[in-house]
């Protein structure tokens, strides 16, 4: 079984690998009648994409998104969204040494076992390559949900190792090549990737997604609460190894007088919810934040077995990032955008019951 | 909507609310001939239910189990498990008057906004009782994956607040009421909770669970992770705020050469992945830990708003734990017991045509 | 794997044998405020209880259904509705002595073999009682789409044996015992029944069930159209062989220039179609058939053989219906419903986004 | 909401319209180690496509297939397989001149309200070229079925119009144009098909599908039932109007005493049940019959109106088939490998705790 789908009614169903012909999905559960074209999802695939600055790996691979089906003169059709991107740059020759090899913290051990039939070029199914679709997908959602709510979803690097931002400006995130939202902590960054380069090693990250103006009532109750799904959509991206909504891990020290989120005619007080109370929206800001581990593919020689169970030394050659965390920003966009597109949808369904007297009040105080 | 199912081949759908006639569940997708009665159910029930000590909530529910379907004489027939348990200690009186007010950091608000018809005694579907069930049904997944492949699965209470578990002895769990496995720090639990009781507020907790003798294989590749269900089950349990498979957040920090986890012939030399490579289990322990915000039914007055966007003040009567982690560490195994088995599954489905060589390495070294 | 669901937006699931404690079900997905009681439902479960007729078996199950949850005071509240009917009229012994035997027709065989452990009480799981829950779900369904939308959804047992109803009256099906519109031919039902009981055997029926007001555009386009899901439903009913959408397979023998139902703007001139084109609903009646089996549980002897292999006669004793399509009218119209009421809320995810200038024309013509 | 979706354990998912850049789909949950090429699909994409005699459509579509993913050296991976067949010979300018005309009997006024946005060209989605892909996805089933345990499906069409296939000689059906297993109808057929191009008409058809060899075991008992999912499968296929299971209709005539299929012990004296048995195969023969409509596509005048309300008179130009039944013969026969695919694997899934002593008896007698 492999099961490569997310979401209910806004279905997102992938495949591919970093080698075979070319990755796809299928977004299925787009409503009608919203304009979409290839340029709209270019640029964030262009964000993932690597070879974008000398701090990522120099693979070239142009990403290219084509839509196959769904979009008739322009607009969505309501029907299912064929997307494709073929692969060029394949270098299957860096890999051809670790055929008989399982890679230290990579899916070669797992991938073995439980399939018997293993794609070892570039991970196969496990790289992350296959997360382009995710972001090709993310980029309709994103599109929509910006467009019927005006809801935006920005991800940042919040912490590199130990160079952690401080200040948090969403306008400066654009401006360097980490997705640092911390004009003051880019020099550390550089400079860490400069250090793990000579050191041949490699460093995790966290990541924090935001997503504003979501509606009030996204969710559901109980196994499928808006904050349950965002969890596995979050943990789904590769190297991902922790979640967090709103203050997260910091609430196991919190009082309940300090973290309940007080409420104002004019708001809430604070937001260590996350803008998710009871698994449901709030209509506050939804926060999220993950971990990310360090990549196993490094330069560095570490311990293994081969397939025959022998001992060997692993050093894993290619061209990887010292940092998967800089690239996985619009990624963690994309996951956001699917669950809460998702999300949307089925509220809609019923939604039309409800009526509520007193609005919603404003997402922040004052 | 409220699509209250989890799982796909083992499905575990639930219903009911704190004050109704009573909360049920439907396991769907046991095997048949499990050695299966209420009594196998029970004694997790007893670890979750309310008044076991003075650390805990004074409010008396029997929760007692009763199967109405799918098992004959003695075994399961591998049809739908019907359950219920019948509420009975119901003091709506102690909610009356929060009938019109929006408890802060309580699902009050968002039900209103999402539903437009709360049912406000005892918070009603949004009430932890509704995990009674979950750890009734993961009962079932719990008896199953022990006797089949001797997997074990046991949480701990990790942390409370400031006070935190520094020896894992998991012979010391029940030795005491808070789920400790750290005989030395259970006197610091205890004055923190009666501190907290004197304050009239409340803490947060950090929950491990591992899980022991998890085969090789168990998880699918992308979007269906073992981890990404199980990130998902844990945040779905009320009041989880964050979620870490093995080294989780830790990992933000680490190096790559220090986070991979070696393999030598005779096993893994570390466990920074938590079982988990690719998605995929990995035969070592399966590790994850949550955050539990600390619960908002204090007696300590917040601000509020009433439905007509009025602002109140909330003090919370009632009988409410000051710490419900405590309560909280068989749910999260049960929680782990229903993805396990999902998950063990829909292995099967596939696994008969697999064929490996080389045996799996052993879960530890030596 | 039980599986015992159905539905993705409005979904049943469902539980428990003709001799455990109690069947069940929840439903899971209806909107909120939707005024509901017991008394909604009760109806037509008492039109399918046993009993109600000498033409029925005569069985008596009081059939109460209790609301256990999703309700607060008199509404849904949009969380899941935990429904239960208690068993008692339970004659064990009438079954004892079939407990090693494979009745033909029966699903003894197939149980045994698939789970290797059979409940024989009843058929356990595979009895016609468990479509009691069918009906208690299906209630809730036709209660909200008649107040939402004024759908109404009306079955009649349109052939028994060779009987064929001609005249359709729908104010005469609720006149007679056997659903039949055709107030001419209930003396004949009446003359076949006797017959039969006589004879100790049973006869086949055809079923057509009709909805009303379906608004369009009800039907995904490819796999979930509203046909397939109507197939699907209905072919799951206890001992139905076949179904039919509009012509049915009439249209075998019809020309493309007689089929095709010509639109006027006035109205479709005729309605082969069975109100579904393309897989979605076009406004006109929903019309579908079913063709049920008649019940192997006859009192003439039949060859079978027992779990060891060996020959034996089966005489089925017990109370059984000669004629199972006369309680199964409400079935049809409850699974029916149960499918108009999931497409209903999956086209609401999607209708906001849709505009269309020109109207609907009207069902029917002048 | 779309939901191009079918299967549990073996989904398959599909884009794509007649006159986009091409079509496709993803199989998910293929088991590894399949033995797979294209060539092992193409032979019955051959058997589906347009332009293969003079008795069907003349439009010519290579209609080749392409694997970009899940197979490494020859073999399945088990993760997602996609396939991409691209559009060729599309007369788009056949169509425009239906842009803002419904067709009788075809989707377009369906499609026009319930998404306000219709791919004119072709029918869209609702093409029956879509069927190309369910086509290429049970071929995968086909063969993992065969080759595993022996299961062979075969399809043949039993009527057309009145020209009824009455000898039913399997090594027949691929030595003429009409899958005929009736040598002696061959020249009816052919008059007939004659009679209604010169009529500029259509007539309907009946296809029976059956598969041999199918295990004991397979289909849930409630809602899933295999004959459930087989009548969801068979309806949904473009222009089918009705689904019989073993004798089908028949049976509304039939009496319990001929109907119930007699058990001995060397297997069962008859198949009205169509190897299907409280919704769970028997091991006999799985026997399901479809009733095809008439296509609407003819070049007889025919009344409709346009989207502006206004009475227009339709002549279907372009090149179509005067019998769909013809070329759906290899598609009933995908989309039940695909739905016995399904179920095998959920069935393996459980079937390891199950041990039954006494063997299946044959399938046939003596």
Same mark, same amino acid.
């Given at each position: +079984?492999?099961?490569?789908?997310?979401?209910? #009614?806004?279905?997102?169903?992938?495949?591919?690998?970093?080698h075979g012909k070319g990755i796809g999905c299928i977004v299925d559960g787009c409503p009608p009648n919203l304009g979409?074209?290839?340029?709209? !999802?270019?640029?964030? #695939?262009?964000?993932?994409?690597?070879?974008?600055?000398?701090?990522?790996?120099?693979?070239?691979?142009?990403?290219?998104?084509?839509?196959?089906?769904?979009? $008739?003169?322009?607009?969505?059709?309501?029907?299912? *969204?064929?997307?494709?991107?073929?692969?060029?740059?394949?270098?299957?020759?860096?890999?051809?040494?670790?055929?008989?090899? $399982?890679?230290?913290?990579?899916?070669?051990?797992?991938?073995?076992?439980?399939?018997?039939?293993?794609?070892?070029?570039?991970?196969?199914?496990?790289?992350?390559?296959?997360?382009?679709? *995710? /972001?090709?997908?993310?980029?309709?959602?994103?599109?929509?949900?910006?467009?019927?709510?005006?809801?935006? @979803?920005?991800?940042? &690097?919040?912490?590199?190792?130990?160079?952690?931002?401080?200040?948090?400006?969403?306008?400066?995130?654009?401006?360097?090549?980490?997705?640092?939202?911390?004009?003051?902590?880019?020099?550390? +960054? =550089?400079?860490? *990737?400069?250090?793990?380069?000579?050191?041949?090693? %490699?460093?995790?990250?966290?990541?924090?997604?935001?997503?504003?103006?979501?509606?009030?009532?996204?969710?559901?109750?109980?196994?499928?609460? &808006?904050?349950?799904?965002?969890?596995?959509?979050?943990?789904?991206?590769?190297?991902?190894?922790?979640?967090?909504?709103?203050?997260?891990?910091? %609430?196991? +020290?919190?009082?309940?007088?300090?973290?309940?989120?007080? !409420? $104002?005619?004019?708001?809430?007080? %604070?937001?260590?919810?996350?803008?998710? #109370?009871?698994?449901?929206?709030?209509?506050?800001?939804?926060?999220?934040?993950?971990?990310?581990?360090?990549?196993?593919? *490094?330069?560095?020689?570490?311990?293994?077995?081969?397939?025959?169970?022998?001992?060997? =030394?692993? /050093?894993?050659?290619?061209?990887?990032?010292?940092?998967?965390?800089?690239?996985? /920003?619009?990624?963690?966009?994309?996951? &956001?955008?699917?669950?809460?597109?998702?999300?949307?949808?089925?509220?809609?369904?019923?939604?039309?019951?409800?009526? /509520?007297?007193?609005?919603? @009040?404003?997402?922040?105080?004052?």
């Amino acid at each position: +079984m492999s099961d490569s789908s997310i979401g209910k #009614l806004f279905r997102v169903t992938t495949f591919g690998e970093s080698h075979g012909k070319g990755i796809g999905c299928i977004v299925d559960g787009c409503p009608p009648n919203l304009g979409l074209t290839e340029a709209d !999802l270019q640029p964030d #695939l262009d964000r993932r994409k690597p070879g974008q600055s000398k701090f990522t790996t120099q693979r070239r691979e142009p990403d290219e998104v084509q839509i196959f089906s769904g979009v $008739f003169e322009g607009k969505t059709t309501g029907t299912s *969204i064929g997307m494709i991107i073929h692969n060029t740059d394949q270098k299957s020759k860096d890999y051809s040494n670790i055929m008989d090899t $399982f890679r230290p913290g990579h899916a070669d051990y797992t991938y073995h076992h439980k399939y018997g039939n293993r794609d070892y070029r570039g991970g196969g199914r496990s790289s992350a390559r296959t997360t382009a679709m *995710i /972001v090709a997908a993310g980029g309709i959602a994103k599109k929509y949900l910006a467009e019927k709510e005006g809801i935006q @979803i920005r991800a940042y &690097l919040a912490q590199m190792g130990n160079v952690k931002a401080e200040k948090i400006d969403f306008s400066e995130i654009a401006n360097n090549p980490f997705n640092c939202p911390d004009v003051d902590k880019v020099a550390d +960054m =550089e400079a860490l *990737i400069t250090q793990l380069r000579r050191d041949g090693d %490699s460093v995790g990250a966290k990541i924090t997604v935001v997503a504003s103006n979501v509606p009030v009532g996204l969710g559901e109750p109980v196994f499928n609460e &808006l904050d349950a799904d965002i969890a596995k959509a979050l943990m789904s991206i590769n190297a991902v190894k922790g979640v967090e909504i709103g203050a997260g891990f910091d %609430s196991v +020290m919190q009082r309940g007088s300090e973290h309940r989120d007080e !409420l $104002f005619p004019d708001g809430f007080a %604070s937001n260590n919810a996350g803008g998710i #109370l009871g698994g449901i929206s709030s209509g506050q800001d939804v926060v999220a934040s993950l971990a990310l581990k360090p990549t196993s593919s *490094i330069t560095k020689p570490g311990n293994s077995i081969d397939i025959h169970g022998k001992p060997v =030394e692993v /050093v894993t050659k290619g061209r990887h990032d010292p940092c998967v965390g800089i690239r996985a /920003v619009p990624i963690a966009e994309a996951m &956001l955008a699917i669950v809460l597109m998702d999300h949307y949808l089925r509220h809609r369904a019923q939604n039309a019951d409800v009526s /509520v007297a007193t609005p919603a @009040i404003p997402a922040r105080r004052g």
